[in-house]
C-alpha cells in the first residue's frame, strides 16, 4: 500500500503547484492498482489488516477497470474525487481504426 499512498500525496502535491487552475494529470497503471486507490480513498485509510486486504479482494473482484479506460479526478484541499471509468475514446479508436482498413 506504500505506492498507493505515494500516488494519493503526489495528486495532492500536483493541485497544490497547479493552485486553483485546472491541471491535468494522467495515470498509467494496472487495473488491480488503480482499484486499489480507489478502494483507498473510499475507505480513507491505507492501513491494511487482513481484514482489510480481504475486503480489497472483494472490491476488485467486484469492480471493473477496463484496459485504457479514463476515470477523471479532481483534489480539493484533502479530498480526491473521482468519476466513473470512460471507455467512450476507445470505441472511436475502433471506428477510425476500421475505416482505415
Same mark, same amino acid.
Given at each position: *500500500? /506504500?505506492? #498507493?499512498?505515494? /500516488?494519493?500525496?503526489? %495528486?495532492?502535491? %500536483?493541485?497544490?503547484? !497547479?493552485?486553483?487552475?485546472?491541471?491535468?494529470? =494522467? #495515470? @498509467?497503471?494496472? !487495473? &488491480? @492498482? /488503480?482499484?486499489?486507490?480507489? &478502494?483507498?480513498?473510499?475507505?480513507?485509510?491505507?492501513?491494511?489488516?487482513?481484514?482489510? *486486504? &480481504?475486503?480489497?479482494?472483494?472490491?476488485?473482484? !467486484? $469492480?471493473? #477497470?477496463?484496459?485504457?479506460?479514463?476515470?477523471?479526478?479532481? #483534489?480539493?484541499?484533502?479530498?480526491?474525487? @473521482?468519476?466513473? *471509468?470512460?471507455? !467512450?475514446?476507445? $470505441? =472511436?479508436?475502433?471506428?477510425? &481504426? %476500421?475505416?482505415?482498413?
Amino acid at each position: *500500500m /506504500i505506492r #498507493v499512498r505515494l /500516488i494519493q500525496d503526489r %495528486l495532492q502535491q %500536483l493541485a497544490t503547484e !497547479a493552485g486553483n487552475a485546472d491541471a491535468l494529470v =494522467l #495515470v @498509467f497503471s494496472h !487495473a &488491480w @492498482f /488503480i482499484r486499489a486507490v480507489i &478502494w483507498t480513498l473510499m475507505m480513507q485509510s491505507t492501513e491494511l489488516s487482513a481484514q482489510q *486486504m &480481504w475486503r480489497l479482494h472483494h472490491f476488485a473482484a !467486484a $469492480s471493473s #477497470v477496463p484496459n485504457g479506460a479514463i476515470s477523471k479526478v479532481q #483534489v480539493r484541499a484533502s479530498e480526491i474525487w @473521482f468519476t466513473g *471509468m470512460s471507455t !467512450a475514446h476507445l $470505441s =472511436l479508436m475502433d471506428d477510425e &481504426w %476500421l475505416d482505415q482498413t
